[in-house]
């Protein structure tokens, strides 16, 4: 989509994505890396956009140790600059990689 390296700063947050990367454990890497390297999200909503990255974890989280993290950013396109909505995480393991 991009044709440089899109990289995300603390500017681009608001309350509301700082609140949930803080609420399941995602990081300002993780969103960067997931913009630049993730595939399609299915579940983005009709005008928005989203992409998908799964990541090795091998830790605890919530009391319970999971080999992997899916995290998912939710952006919209504005004068082909995104402009980030949301973000998810999912801790398990074998998630489904999209094509990329």
Not at 30 to 41: H, Y
Request: net charge positive; with cysteine.
């Amino acid at each position: 989509m991009w044709s440089k390296w899109i990289s995300v700063t603390e500017k681009d947050l608001h309350s509301h994505i700082e609140a949930r990367m803080l609420q399941r454990g995602i990081t300002l890497q993780e969103i960067e890396n997931t913009l630049n390297k993730g595939w399609e999200a299915s579940d983005a909503k009709p005008g928005t956009s989203g992409k998908t990255m799964v990541y090795p974890y091998h830790k605890e989280w919530e009391c319970q140790f999971h080999e992997e993290k899916e995290v998912t950013v939710y952006y919209k396109v504005v004068e082909e600059h995104p402009i980030l909505l949301t973000v998810k995480a999912r801790y398990g393991k074998k998630f489904l990689r999209g094509e990329k």
